[in-house]
């Protein structure tokens, strides 16, 4: 059996925010607000990633929530009619750790032309012992082909709610099975980049970690972990050349690969709690990859991240 990372250890799966914005950049909840309304959805970490603003800091140090370090920043390069850009959020480790940035540190927009330019912005976020996030491709008008080449990304925006709720856009994975089609091993999160008090607490990532800065950061990196907008996912694995997943009550469950078309099985009563598909031709495994959808009755998603084969 190959089970995905996220369902197998013994840590308890923890609840966190990896993209919102605060008053420190253009956010409209103070970071002490953002904080607690966090901690009243049940959140166990969270990284306040103001623009090009890096922050350690708890603003609410009673609430017990673990401040995962960052910031978001940001490319623009192509304007006039319209504009495509890049936006990156990096998320590291104590300044103890090894974290090169400073609290407070304040950075201008990079100036690259195009993605190739644009890796010099990411390897100086790397060689600071961040690791990086590849923002709402489709808000940023940058299908896979303006991106493809970018290296060091250990996940892309698969859900953003910001970008959902205002724009309809960025809300089921766009572009990220082109990716992984190439051979790319790139992770999908959920995300909110909250702006507005609404938008916040909407996306999320369920991580198999320790409460802890450098736990979750590992377990991120590894891939151990699933995103969600509500429905939840217990076990995700292949086997006997099956994929086989269960989760939470469930209306329709989607498995997905590259060079597939997408296999669905749904459930009219929205109790499908068990899904499983052959990926197997003739004894061989034909998909170099595969990855899960769970959506619920109320049309909330949950994504599994990939099983490499």
Same mark, same amino acid.
């Given at each position: 059996?190959?089970?995905?990372?996220?369902?197998?250890?013994?840590?308890?799966?923890?609840?966190?925010?990896?993209?919102?914005?605060?008053?420190?950049?253009?956010?409209?909840?103070?970071?002490?607000?953002?904080?607690?309304?966090?901690?009243?959805?049940?959140?166990?970490?969270?990284?306040?990633?103001?623009?090009?603003?890096?922050?350690?800091?708890?603003?609410?140090?009673?609430?017990? +929530?673990?401040?995962?370090?960052?910031?978001?920043?940001?490319?623009?390069?192509?304007?006039?009619?319209?504009?495509?850009?890049?936006?990156?959020?990096?998320?590291?480790?104590?300044?103890?750790?090894?974290?090169?940035?400073?609290?407070?540190?304040?950075?201008?927009?990079?100036?690259?032309?195009?993605?190739?330019?644009?890796?010099?912005?990411?390897?100086?976020?790397?060689?600071?012992?961040?690791?990086?996030?590849?923002?709402?491709?489709?808000?940023?008008?940058?299908?896979?082909?303006?991106?493809?080449?970018?290296?060091?990304?250990?996940?892309?925006?698969?859900?953003?709610?910001?970008?959902?709720?205002? &724009? &309809?856009? &960025?809300?089921?994975?766009?572009?990220?099975?082109?990716?992984?089609?190439?051979?790319? +091993?790139?992770?999908?999160?959920?995300? &909110?980049?909250?702006?507005?008090?609404?938008?916040?607490?909407?996306?999320?990532?369920?991580?198999?970690?320790?409460?802890?800065?450098?736990?979750?950061?590992?377990?991120?990196?590894?891939?151990?972990?699933?995103?969600?907008?509500?429905?939840?996912?217990?076990?995700?694995?292949?086997?006997?050349?099956?994929?086989?997943?269960?989760?939470?009550?469930?209306?329709?469950?989607? #498995?997905?690969?590259?060079?597939?078309?997408?296999?669905?099985?749904?459930?009219?009563?929205?109790?499908?709690?068990?899904?499983? +598909?052959?990926?197997?031709?003739?004894?061989?495994?034909?998909?170099?990859?595969?990855?899960?959808?769970? +959506?619920?009755?109320?049309?909330?998603?949950?994504?599994?991240?990939?099983? #490499?084969?």
């Amino acid at each position: 059996m190959k089970q995905q990372q996220a369902f197998s250890g013994s840590e308890r799966m923890l609840k966190g925010g990896l993209h919102c914005h605060t008053t420190r950049s253009d956010g409209k909840g103070s970071p002490e607000e953002v904080i607690r309304y966090h901690h009243q959805h049940g959140y166990d970490f969270l990284a306040l990633t103001d623009h090009r603003v890096y922050n350690f800091k708890n603003y609410a140090p009673d609430v017990p +929530i673990t401040i995962i370090p960052g910031m978001e920043m940001d490319a623009v390069f192509e304007e006039g009619q319209g504009f495509r850009c890049f936006h990156i959020v990096c998320i590291g480790p104590a300044k103890e750790d090894g974290n090169g940035y400073e609290q407070d540190q304040r950075l201008e927009s990079d100036r690259s032309r195009n993605q190739e330019e644009f890796q010099s912005c990411l390897d100086d976020i790397h060689a600071k012992g961040n690791l990086t996030i590849y923002c709402h491709p489709e808000w940023s008008s940058t299908p896979a082909r303006y991106f493809d080449r970018l290296r060091g990304n250990f996940a892309m925006e698969i859900w953003n709610s910001g970008c959902a709720m205002e &724009d &309809d856009m &960025d809300t089921d994975a766009a572009y990220w099975d082109e990716l992984l089609g190439q051979g790319q +091993i790139l992770y999908g999160v959920a995300t &909110d980049d909250g702006h507005p008090m609404y938008q916040h607490c909407n996306g999320w990532v369920m991580v198999r970690a320790e409460n802890n800065i450098n736990s979750i950061l590992a377990a991120l990196k590894n891939g151990a972990f699933y995103s969600s907008c509500g429905p939840e996912i217990y076990d995700f694995y292949v086997e006997n050349g099956k994929a086989v997943i269960e989760c939470s009550p469930a209306a329709k469950i989607r #498995f997905h690969c590259d060079k597939h078309p997408t296999r669905i099985q749904r459930a009219e009563t929205g109790q499908l709690t068990h899904a499983e +598909i052959n990926i197997s031709h003739n004894g061989v495994l034909d998909y170099p990859y595969v990855r899960a959808t769970v +959506i619920d009755e109320n049309g909330k998603y949950a994504w599994t991240n990939p099983i #490499f084969l």
